[in-house]
């Protein structure tokens, strides 16, 4: 929303039919199976894997660093989109230490690709999904505003959320960390 409020994107159509809402449902199971995926392999096997070798910090550059590394295929990368991901990736790891499960970080994974995608309409990490409920297209030529064609994940306000994020959790586990 913030992106609209900016005149960065436009909503160019609402598509609330029988066939969208049924291939909107359909796809939240792939969604799911996806961003558990990724996060299974980045976050809950790898983290723990390397912060048993190095230390938790590096462990989670390193970690991060591989969930980036997984999108350099996508159309539309850009170097601002090379940042967002390894901020999610950074985010994510924090989030996983704070709640212990990988559930939690491949929940809001799969559901920001599902929200980005199906229901907004928008390019997730520079590809197209389909069907979706909206379509926001991007709007003007600040693709370092909007995300341009790698979809709002290339945007500096993304940027901005997951810093936020990031130095939200982290303040949030060391103070539990001061507690024990």
């Known amino acids: 929303l913030g992106l609209v409020v900016l005149g960065q994107y436009r909503l160019e159509s609402i598509h609330l039919n029988p ?44 970690s991060s660093l591989f969930f980036t590394l997984l999108h350099m295929g996508n159309s539309g990368l850009t170097p601002l989109s090379l940042v967002n991901l390894f901020l999610f990736g950074v985010a994510m790891a924090l989030y996983l230490l704070k709640t212990d499960t990988v559930w939690g970080v491949a929940g809001i994974h799969g559901a920001w690709n599902f929200a980005q995608g199906n229901l907004f309409g928008i390019l997730v990490s520079g590809q197209p999904s389909g069907t979706s409920l909206m379509t926001f297209l991007p709007q003007g030529n600040q693709d370092w505003l909007s995300g341009g064609s790698f979809g709002i994940e290339g945007s500096i306000m993304t940027s901005l959320v997951l810093l936020l994020l990031i130095v939200y959790l982290a303040n949030k586990l060391k103070k539990e960390n001061e507690r024990m």
């Open 19 to 62: 066939y969208s809402l049924a291939f909107v449902v359909f796809t939240i199971p792939f969604w799911i199976l996806q961003g558990t995926a990724e996060e299974v392999v980045a976050r809950a096997w790898l983290l723990p894997q390397l912060a048993s070798r190095t230390n938790l910090k590096l462990a989670i550059l390193i």
